[in-house]
T-cell receptor, first 112, second 109 residues
Framework: NAGVTQTPKFQVLKTGQSMTLQCAQD?????MSWYRQDPGMGLRLIHY???????DQGEVPNGYNVSRSTTEDFPLRLLSAAPSQTSVYFC???????????FGSGTRLTVV | KNEVEQSPQNLTAQEGEFITINCSYS?????LHWLQQHPGGGIVSLFM???GKKKHGRLIATINIQEKHSSLHITASHPRDSAVYIC???????????FGTGTRLTIIP
């Protein structure tokens, strides 16, 4: 089925470890973005991309890196995990914000 | 002050009641989105509005650009409507979304 695929669904990391959250879409969407969702707060934008080779920072980019080598994939890298990065992460894609968004199913990350 | 404010934060109602969830924003926008997040965590896009009103089944969304306010209405509410409803605004001139904190709706049979 067409959509946004996020992996893994759950992950536990130790402080200082690194990892990559994967996001792939098969809808040929130009726009892709990563958000984190924390209790009592709205989703917050981490990084976004308006096309292959183009990325930019969102509201809370520190501690995260992204790249967009293809239209389909937009991985999020945690460089050195910290407990403050414990959160639920969502990837989303769109033809453009005025066309609506498709969200992945989320990754629940715990950093101990 | 948050750029996007939703009210109420929590809402419990009996099955069949008419539901209204409000969203106010303070920035210039090109579009407003209503999203639904079920207890399992998945997020689904319900509506995208830039003006006026949209209807899909028992859901109706309205927006007043001059007053910077949007409402989501649910008619004949049902327990399966229980979810968190999230308002998000697309900033004018870029592709950034700012989200409200959500309204947790519980419909009791």
């Amino acid at each position: 089925n067409a959509g946004v695929t996020q992996t893994p669904k759950f992950q536990v990391l130790k402080t200082g470890q690194s990892m990559t959250l994967q996001c792939a879409q098969d809808m040929n969407h130009e726009y892709m973005s990563w958000y984190r969702q924390d209790p009592g707060m709205g989703l917050r934008l981490i990084h976004y991309s308006v096309g292959a080779g183009i990325t930019d920072q969102g509201e809370v980019p520190n501690g995260y890196n992204v790249s967009r080598s293809t239209t389909e994939d937009f991985p999020l890298r945690l460089l050195s995990a910290a407990p403050s990065q414990t959160s639920v992460y969502f990837c989303a894609s769109s033809y453009g914000g005025w066309r609506g968004y498709t969200f992945g199913s989320g990754t629940r990350l715990t950093v101990v | 002050k948050n750029e996007v404010e939703q009210s109420p934060q929590n809402l419990t109602a009996q099955e069949g009641e008419f539901i209204t969830i409000n969203c106010s924003y303070s920035v210039g926008i090109s579009a407003l989105h209503w999203l639904q997040q079920h207890p399992g965590g998945g997020i689904v896009s319900l509506f995208m509005l830039s003006s006026g009103k949209k209807k899909h089944g028992r859901l109706i969304a309205t927006i007043n650009i001059q007053e910077k306010h949007s409402s989501l209405h649910i008619t004949a509410s049902h327990p399966r409507d229980s979810a968190v409803y999230i308002c998000a605004v697309l900033h004018f001139g870029n592709e950034k979304l700012t989200f409200g904190t959500g309204t947790r709706l519980t419909i009791i049979p």
